[in-house]
C-alpha cells in the first residue's frame, strides 16, 4: 500500500480537504441513494425524511455490539474489520441524518468517509482522527456563532508561534534545565555551541548560567517564539538570531543541539556530516538519527535522553570553527 510518510505537509493538508470534498460528495451521493430507496423518486424533493426517530435509541446498542465484536477480534484482522466497520457507519449515519433532518449526523457521515479514505491511503492514526473530526468540528464552530475575525486571529497566532510545523513539521519543544545540566557536563570548555530550532531559549539561558564560557549560538524562524527568545538574551552574551537552520552553516560549531521532531532527523544529520568538521558533537534531544548508533545515550531521572553522535567525514575545515577547539 501506498506510504504517506514521505509526503511533505503541504501536500497533506491539500489531500485533507481535497478527501474532505470528495467524502462530501459521497455522502450526499448516497444520502441521495438511500432516500430513493426508502421513499422513491419523490424523496429528492421533499424535506429530509423524519420517519425513524426510533433509530436514536438503535444507536447505543449497535454501539456496544460493535465496540463488543471489536474487543474479540484477533489482533491481525482488526485492521481490516476496523475499515469494514467504518464502512457501515457512512451509510448508519446518513440514514439517520436523512430520517431527523440533523446536520450533524450528516457531518459525522463526512467525517466517517473521509476517515475510511484515510484508511485506505494507510494515514497515520491521528491523520485519520482529524479526518473524522474536521466536519463535525465545523458544525460545533458554527453552533457557537463565532465571529471569523476569532478564527484568523486564532490562525495567525498559531501560524506564529508553530511556523515550523506547517514549514518542516517541526513542533515548538521546550528543553529546559535538566538538558542544559547534561549538556553543561559534556561540552569542553570555551566551546562553540549551535542549538537549532532554538525556541524562546529556554535551553540557552541556563546552560549559558552553568558554563558561562561557552560561546552559545540560538536560531529560530517561528516569529513569536523569536521575540520570546529575542526578550529574553538581549543582555547576554548569547548570540540570537533569526533564519532557517537549514540555510545556516553548521561548519564553524564544534556542537550542534537540536530538540525537533523524528521528521527532520535523516535530512539534518546529512547536513551536519557534509558541512561539520569531524568528531564533531551532534546532540539530539528526545529524537534519534535513524539507524545511526549514538556514540552515547545521555538518559536522565526525568525528561527525554539526549542522543550523541560524533560526526563522521565532515567537509569544513578545523580553522572554520571560532573556539578552535577539538570536540
Same mark, same amino acid.
Given at each position: 500500500?501506498?506510504?504517506?510518510?514521505?509526503?511533505?505537509? +503541504?501536500?497533506?493538508?491539500?489531500? &485533507?480537504? !481535497?478527501?474532505?470534498?470528495?467524502?462530501?460528495?459521497? /455522502?450526499?451521493?448516497?444520502?441521495?441513494?438511500? !432516500?430513493?430507496?426508502?421513499?422513491?423518486?419523490?424523496? &429528492?424533493?421533499?424535506?429530509? @425524511?423524519?420517519?425513524?426517530? $426510533? #433509530?436514536? $435509541?438503535v444507536?447505543?446498542?449497535?454501539?456496544?455490539i460493535a465496540?463488543?465484536?471489536?474487543?474479540?477480534?484477533?489482533?491481525?484482522?482488526?485492521?481490516?474489520w476496523?475499515?469494514?466497520?467504518?464502512?457501515?457507519?457512512v451509510?448508519?449515519?446518513?440514514?439517520?441524518?436523512?430520517?431527523?433532518?440533523? =446536520?450533524?449526523?450528516?457531518?459525522?457521515?463526512?467525517?466517517? /468517509? !473521509?476517515?475510511?479514505?484515510?484508511?485506505?491511503?494507510?494515514?497515520?492514526? $491521528?491523520?485519520?482522527?482529524i479526518?473524522?473530526?474536521?466536519?463535525?468540528?465545523?458544525?460545533?464552530?458554527?453552533?457557537?456563532?463565532?465571529?471569523?475575525?476569532?478564527h484568523?486571529?486564532?490562525?495567525? &497566532?498559531?501560524? &506564529?508561534?508553530?511556523?515550523?510545523?506547517?514549514?518542516?513539521?517541526?513542533?515548538?519543544?521546550?528543553?529546559?534545565?535538566?538538558?542544559?545540566?547534561? +549538556?553543561?557536563?559534556?561540552?569542553?570548555?570555551?566551546?562553540?555551541?549551535?542549538?537549532?530550532?532554538?525556541?524562546?531559549?529556554?535551553?540557552?539561558?541556563?546552560?549559558?548560567?552553568l558554563?558561562?564560557?561557552?560561546?552559545?549560538?540560538?536560531?529560530?524562524?517561528?516569529?513569536?517564539?523569536?521575540?520570546?527568545?529575542?526578550?529574553?538574551?538581549?543582555?547576554?552574551?548569547?548570540? $540570537?538570531?533569526?533564519?532557517?537552520?537549514?540555510?545556516?552553516?553548521?561548519?564553524?560549531?564544534?556542537?550542534?543541539?537540536?530538540?525537533?521532531?523524528?521528521?527532520?532527523m535523516?535530512?539534518?544529520?546529512?547536513?551536519?556530516?557534509?558541512?561539520?568538521?569531524?568528531?564533531?558533537?551532534?546532540?539530539?534531544?528526545?529524537?534519534?538519527? =535513524?539507524?545511526?548508533?549514538?556514540?552515547?545515550? #545521555?538518559?536522565?531521572?526525568?525528561? =527525554?535522553?539526549?542522543?550523541?553522535?560524533?560526526?563522521?567525514? !565532515?567537509?569544513?575545515?578545523?580553522?572554520?570553527?571560532?573556539?578552535? @577547539?577539538?570536540?
Amino acid at each position: 500500500m501506498w506510504n504517506a510518510s514521505c509526503v511533505s505537509p +503541504l501536500s497533506r493538508v491539500v489531500r &485533507l480537504f !481535497a478527501l474532505q470534498f470528495l467524502a462530501a460528495f459521497i /455522502t450526499w451521493g448516497l444520502g441521495g441513494l438511500l !432516500a430513493v430507496a426508502v421513499r422513491g423518486a419523490i424523496a &429528492l424533493t421533499i424535506e429530509p @425524511l423524519r420517519t425513524a426517530g $426510533w #433509530l436514536l $435509541w438503535v444507536c447505543p446498542f449497535i454501539g456496544a455490539i460493535a465496540a463488543l465484536m471489536i474487543a474479540c477480534l484477533p489482533r491481525q484482522t482488526w485492521r481490516f474489520w476496523q475499515n469494514a466497520l467504518l464502512s457501515l457507519c457512512v451509510p448508519f449515519f446518513c440514514f439517520i441524518w436523512l430520517c431527523l433532518d440533523s =446536520p450533524l449526523f450528516g457531518c459525522l457521515a463526512i467525517g466517517t /468517509t !473521509a476517515a475510511l479514505l484515510a484508511c485506505f491511503l494507510d494515514e497515520p492514526w $491521528w491523520w485519520r482522527l482529524i479526518h473524522f473530526l474536521f466536519a463535525p468540528m465545523i458544525w460545533a464552530a458554527r453552533q457557537l456563532s463565532i465571529s471569523p475575525f476569532w478564527h484568523l486571529a486564532a490562525f495567525v &497566532l498559531l501560524l &506564529l508561534v508553530f511556523r515550523g510545523a506547517a514549514s518542516g513539521r517541526i513542533p515548538l519543544f521546550l528543553s529546559g534545565e535538566p538538558a542544559a545540566r547534561r +549538556l553543561a557536563a559534556l561540552l569542553p570548555g570555551e566551546a562553540a555551541m549551535l542549538d537549532v530550532g532554538a525556541g524562546v531559549a529556554s535551553l540557552l539561558l541556563p546552560l549559558a548560567r552553568l558554563r558561562p564560557d561557552l560561546r552559545l549560538t540560538g536560531i529560530e524562524n517561528a516569529p513569536l517564539p523569536w521575540i520570546v527568545g529575542w526578550l529574553r538574551t538581549r543582555n547576554t552574551k548569547i548570540d $540570537w538570531r533569526w533564519g532557517d537552520f537549514w540555510r545556516h552553516s553548521l561548519s564553524p560549531y564544534p556542537a550542534v543541539y537540536c530538540f525537533l521532531s523524528p521528521a527532520p532527523m535523516p535530512e539534518l544529520w546529512q547536513k551536519a556530516r557534509k558541512e561539520m568538521r569531524s568528531e564533531s558533537l551532534f546532540i539530539s534531544n528526545a529524537f534519534p538519527v =535513524p539507524d545511526v548508533k549514538p556514540e552515547m545515550p #545521555l538518559g536522565a531521572e526525568s525528561g =527525554p535522553a539526549l542522543y550523541v553522535y560524533r560526526v563522521p567525514n !565532515a567537509g569544513a575545515k578545523i580553522s572554520d570553527s571560532p573556539s578552535g @577547539l577539538p570536540v
